[in-house]
C-alpha cells in the first residue's frame, strides 16, 4: 500500500523520515516495527511492514487510531456531526469541554479530539497540569475532514498485524523481540535558552534524564540484536546522551510557530543503533541526503 498522509495533525510529525526510516529496519531484517511515541501514527502510515506495535503515553492519539480501524465511518460520522456546528470560537471551547469531561481514549472521546486536533492552533497536542486538554481556537473558518486519510488507515490495517497501547516506552520496549525493528521519538531536549519545550506541553515531563534512560534501552536493544533509529534536536547535548550510535544530521521544518514565517527548519539528529548492512546504511544516508542534509563544515 502506498504511503497516505497521517489523519492527524501533530507537532513534530516524522512523515518526511517514514520511509526511509522504514526501509533502513527493513533492510536490518526487521519484520515488525515498534513505536513507543507513535503519536499521529506518522511510521505507520508511511512504511510496508507486516506487523506493528504502536504505542503513547498519551491516551488520545491511541484511542482515536483503535476507533479508526475498528468503527472508520462511525468516527467520520461524528466528526463531520461536529464540524457542521462550525469553527467559531464558542463551538470549539464546547466541544473542548465535553471532550474533557469523558475518559482519555475512549471511543466518544475520539471525535471529538479529532476536532479539536483540527480546528485547535496549529495541530498542537498541550494538556493542563490537571490532564485538561488546553489548546486554543485555532482562529480558522473551517475544519477539514480527513474521510481519505482515515479510510487509509483502516485499510492499512487490514492488510497487517497491528497492536495499539497507550502506556510508558518502558513497556512497550519490554515487548520487543528477535525480529523487531524500534523507532524512538521522544520529545525533544530543550534547545538551551529556549522557553517552551514539546516536554512541557502535558502533565508529565520527559527530561535529560528519561533521555539517558531511553538512551541505555536502545544500547540494550542494539546488544541483542536489534537495530534501533532514534530521531531528535542536534544539539551536543543529544550527541552525548545518544554516544555510540551513528549520527546523522539532517533539516526538518517546525511546524508550531503561529506565523508560517516562523516555521524555520531546525537541526534534527538521526541515530542509529545496532546491526545494519553496509549497503543498508549506505542507502539510508542517501536517502537522508534527499531530504535535506545539512551541509558539513569542510575541514582545512
Wanted: a positive charge.
Amino acid at each position: 500500500m502506498a504511503a497516505f498522509t497521517p489523519y492527524l495533525k501533530w507537532p513534530g510529525g516524522k512523515r518526511r523520515l517514514a520511509a526511509t526510516v522504514g526501509q533502513a529496519l527493513l533492510d536490518a531484517g526487521a519484520r515488525r516495527l515498534v513505536d513507543p511515541f507513535c503519536g499521529s501514527g506518522a511510521l505507520f502510515c508511511g512504511t510496508e511492514f507486516p506487523a506493528y506495535l504502536l504505542s503513547d503515553l498519551n491516551a488520545d492519539p491511541v484511542g482515536c487510531h483503535r476507533v479508526a480501524v475498528t468503527e472508520p465511518n462511525w468516527l467520520v460520522n461524528r466528526l463531520r456531526f461536529l464540524v457542521v456546528g462550525g469553527c467559531t470560537r464558542e463551538a470549539y471551547e464546547r466541544i473542548r469541554e465535553a471532550m474533557n469531561g469523558e475518559l482519555p481514549g475512549s471511543a466518544v472521546r475520539a471525535p471529538m479530539f479529532l476536532y479539536c486536533n483540527r480546528a485547535g492552533f496549529n495541530g498542537l497536542v498541550r494538556y493542563s497540569r490537571s490532564g485538561a486538554f488546553n489548546v486554543p481556537w485555532g482562529k480558522g473558518t473551517s475544519v477539514y475532514l480527513p474521510a481519505d486519510e482515515i479510510a487509509a488507515f483502516a485499510g492499512k490495517a487490514k492488510g497487517c498485524s497491528v497492536e495499539f497501547a497507550a502506556c510508558p516506552w518502558e513497556e512497550t520496549l519490554s515487548k520487543v523481540e528477535p525480529g523487531d525493528g524500534v523507532y524512538l521519538d521522544p520529545p525533544c531536549l530543550p534547545t538551551p535558552g529556549a522557553k517552551e519545550t514539546f516536554d512541557r506541553f502535558g502533565p508529565t515531563s520527559f527530561g535529560e534524564g528519561d533521555h539517558r534512560r531511553l538512551a541505555d534501552a536502545a544500547r540494550e536493544l542494539a546488544g541483542r540484536g536489534i537495530p534501533v533509529v532514534v530521531s531528535g534536536r542536534d544539539t551536543p547535548l543529544t550527541r552525548e546522551i545518544y554516544a555510540g550510535a551513528r549520527f546523522r544530521a539532517v533539516e526538518s521544518a517546525s511546524g508550531i510557530s503561529g506565523k508560517a514565517d516562523g516555521r524555520k527548519s531546525v537541526g534534527e539528529l538521526l541515530a542509529l543503533f545496532g546491526p545494519l548492512q553496509p549497503s543498508s546504511m549506505a542507502l539510508f544516508w542517501q536517502r537522508r541526503t534527499r531530504l535535506a542534509v545539512r551541509p558539513q563544515p569542510t575541514r582545512a
